[in-house]
């Protein structure tokens, strides 16, 4: 699985948008992009997953590059609840059998939005 | 649905001592796993199981033992706990054909 660089920390003021970049520049064309968070003491959460176009649902916004080297995870409007560690992981599509795609974690960003 | 339960929620074990961390998921999903998870890193794969009988190992698989004799159930154990083994450790599931991946709440286990 090819290697993600975030950064360790960022803040955001509550009620705007959360921008949290992810660098994965040795990404190979099969490979996806996926976010996850964890909330202190929690298991990880899924947020988002994409390969190619900017993908959306209820939780976020994922904004990949076009030459997919990196990407971005939007939470429009960031809450408290928000504060987390987030995990940009890239990763092979499933392709069942063995091949689990082990999901890689790294350090993540620890994003911690304040009132 | 319950989703991936895990017990007990916090253990205390001796130097020497053997306990099994138990996984259990109601999704019917296939693929499970077992991650620790120490102070300020990310999760490391310990054991994962793509179906009921069959079972692989991770990063770091020494010192654990895993089954899968159903699909609901994956358990953990740990043969003689050892001090390094103080961790979190999550258990995980999803569909064969799923990319979300479920975690559980988490099994707090310090040995000293």
């Known amino acids: 699985d090819a290697k993600t660089t975030q950064p360790p920390s960022m803040d955001c003021a509550e009620g705007r948008a959360a921008n949290l970049p992810c660098n994965h520049s040795?990404?190979?064309?099969?490979?996806?992009v996926y976010w996850y968070r964890q909330i202190h003491s929690q298991g990880p959460q899924y947020i988002i997953h994409?390969?190619?176009n900017n993908e959306t649902n209820e939780m976020a916004s994922l904004i990949i590059t076009e030459d997919r080297k990196s990407s971005t995870l939007i939470l429009p409007h960031a809450t408290l609840r928000d504060t987390a560690v987030y995990y940009c992981?890239?990763?092979?599509?499933?392709?069942?059998?063995?091949?689990?795609?082990?999901?890689?974690f790294g350090q993540g960003t620890i994003l911690t939005v304040h009132p | 649905n319950a989703g991936v339960t895990q017990t007990p929620k916090f253990q205390v074990l001796k130097t020497g001592q053997s306990m099994t961390l138990q996984c259990a998921q109601d999704?019917?999903?296939?693929?499970m796993s077992w991650y620790r998870q120490d102070p300020g890193m990310g999760l490391r794969l310990i054991h994962y199981?793509?179906?009921?009988?069959?079972?692989d190992q991770g990063e770091v698989p020494n010192g654990y033992n895993v089954s899968r004799s159903t699909t609901e159930d994956f358990p953990l154990r740990l043969l003689s706990a050892a001090p390094s083994q103080t961790s979190v450790y999550f258990c995980?599931?999803?569909?064969?054909?799923?990319?979300?991946?479920?975690f559980g709440e988490g099994s707090w286990l310090t040995v000293v």
């Open positions: 999704m019917n999903h296939e693929y």
């Open positions: 994409g390969l190619k």
């Open positions: 995980a599931s999803r569909e064969a054909s799923g990319n979300t991946i479920y």
């Open positions: 199981s793509v179906g009921a009988g069959i079972t």
């Open positions: 992981i890239v990763r092979v599509a499933i392709a069942g059998g063995t091949s689990y795609g082990k999901l890689t």
């Open positions: 040795t990404i190979s064309g099969n490979e996806y």
